[in-house]
């Protein structure tokens, strides 16, 4: 199958990493690592119990709650290290119903909100700390959150507290993206386990989408991705083979089934969205139209899925398997697949759920499965 055992170089000529370093922290410019400005002790203190492990949310804030009372006791540390901020504290600060606090920071306000939270808000150079204590039951909120503030404010701009850029204990984990360019008229979806060690596995369905025509035995089909053509013969009314671009025996797929063997995440809206399109291009041989399933190449664990509708309009989804070893470091990454050439490329987290990866070709934004709208 000539045309898609390609997909190791489709692979390897896609984007993927980010398009500028990244550092933990709050904004273009962050430098501080917000969940080493305190300690778990300081935190137990403010809290009146231990608290759990922080959560960094990889965009300046650091979250805690209480070992305990769980999230009736939560605790936000916040820097914001982007230009101005000396002017939004002063535009903040003037407001009626903040507190000012001396010896803390450059300058400090603290505002206790009725609802159940303190947020103590530290401008120190042109970096603004925000901490915030929710505890209703929190007998001084007001001071356990200033203190928790203070030692904020000691570390901050101490070598202690820059941030690190995660590493794999970051990336490790089951991700999805749609890889398909601003061009492209499908898409492109794969998923991506990354293990602890490094070692991955990629799975890639990228959809080809155009017009079949057949005349004597011959099938071509003319898409904005590619231009495929070769022989065909039928079978019997569930089965057909073709050769040239595909080499590959088809199965009928029953209507209202999913492909086997296949994650759907890769489908999407499977077959409640009937295919269409335009004037078809040629004749079709009525035996073709349907949903197929077959296999495509062995060597990359290839499955190939072929929707034709009537109209002569067609998606072919190839998904194919490839694994390797990923090494990062300073934000950069180096992908090793067993089968072709590596890539090198940046990476950013966008929050403990999301990354984003950019080779020299773009960039592709990775989603944790189980989060947000993916499955």
Known sequence: MRNLVCLVALFLGTALGANAAFAAGGGAGTRTDPCALVTPDEVADAFGEPPGPPQNDGIGGCNYMGSKSGWETQAAISVDENPGRADFFDAQASQGDRLTIDDLGDRAFAFDSPGGFTQVTVLKDETLLTVTISAASLEDRVGATTELARAAAERLGTEAA???????????????????????????????????????????????????ATQDGAWRVESQQASLSGDYDIDDEDSFETSGDIEAAWSRIPEGDMPKGIDPIFFGIWSSVPLSGNAPVGPLDPALVGYWQADGDPDIEERLVWRISDSGYAVLTAVSRLEGELTVEEGRFALEPEAGDGVQGTYRLMGPDAFETTDDLGTIRWQRRGTGIVP
Do not use: C, K, N
């Open 162 to 212: 820059l941030a690190r850029i995660p590493g794999l204990e970051a990336l490790a984990g089951r991700w999805f993206a749609d890889a398909a360019g601003p061009a492209s008229a499908t898409t492109d979806r794969r998923e991506w386990i990354i293990e602890p060690d490094g070692h991955w596995v990629m799975t890639l369905a990228p959809e080809y989408s155009g017009y079949i």
